[in-house]
């Protein structure tokens, strides 16, 4: 069963500084992995997603790393705003199938 | 495109009431998907549905869900009899090929007294 980890859970940084949100996964047969950002009670809305066969993606501030064979992706959001502010989950898929991480919770301040 | 829509998006029911949530996916995909979110199992999957059949449905939790998908652009997850502990946020999510990106609707939040 495919787990997947989010380090850490909460985060909290002032205004300009560069975020760095971890992910780790146990099963490296995955299709791809997947970014997403949740506001306080709205859905997911879907940031990055990286093929198994890519090593990075990047959209405007926002780049993510995957290292398949350690299990780890990275995301990287640089200058943050507080706009910025949410809960960001890394996804993994198993062909159909994705398992979440429990996400990470940014706070950044103004 | 709207996106994913779901209905509806907040649902207050007593136990033992059936609750029936709605999902209408992204015209062209084939693939849809529910999940549900709770603080202490996060986001977990229900059932997914390829080309309107249902593939996989070990994620449901008991015989009281039940899920349908009638038509490409139509799905439903019932529950019945409804408890307390199905109160969550119920997701539903589509995508175009398997292993492709999903596009998630925003949630039908579900309390259940």
């Known amino acids: 069963k495919q787990e997947v980890t989010q380090i850490p859970a909460a985060l909290s940084v002032p205004e300009g500084e560069n975020l760095v949100l971890n992910c780790s996964f146990t099963?490296?047969?995955?299709?791809?992995l997947q970014w997403f950002r949740q506001d306080p009670g709205k859905g997911l809305t879907s940031l990055l997603l990286?093929?198994?066969?890519?090593r990075e993606q990047t959209s405007g501030r926002l780049n993510a790393s995957l290292d398949k064979s350690s299990g780890r992706s990275t995301l990287y959001i640089a200058a943050s705003q507080p706009g910025d502010s949410a809960t960001y989950l890394c996804?993994?898929?198993?062909?159909?199938?994705?398992?979440f991480g429990a996400g990470t919770t940014v706070t950044v301040r103004a | 495109d709207a996106g994913v829509i779901q209905s509806p998006r907040h649902e207050v029911t007593e136990m033992g009431q059936e609750v029936t949530l709605r999902c209408k996916p992204i015209?062209?995909?084939?693939?849809l998907f529910w999940y549900r979110q709770t603080m202490m199992r996060g986001l977990e999957l229900l059932i997914y549905?390829?080309?309107?059949?249902?593939?996989?449905d070990s994620g449901m939790p008991e015989d009281r869900f039940s899920a349908k998908m009638p038509n490409a652009s139509f799905s439903t997850l019932k529950i019945q009899p409804s408890e307390p502990r199905d109160s969550a946020v119920y997701f539903c999510?589509?995508?175009?090929?398997?292993?492709?990106?999903?596009?998630f609707g925003p949630g039908t939040r579900l309390t259940v007294t």
């Open positions: 996804a993994v898929s198993n062909d159909y199938k994705l398992s």
């Open positions: 549905f390829n080309n309107n059949v249902p593939i996989d």
């Open positions: 015209s062209g995909h084939d693939y």
């Open positions: 990286i093929q198994s066969s890519q």
């Open positions: 999510a589509s995508s175009f090929i398997t292993g492709k990106e999903q596009y």
């Open positions: 099963d490296s047969a995955i299709y791809n």
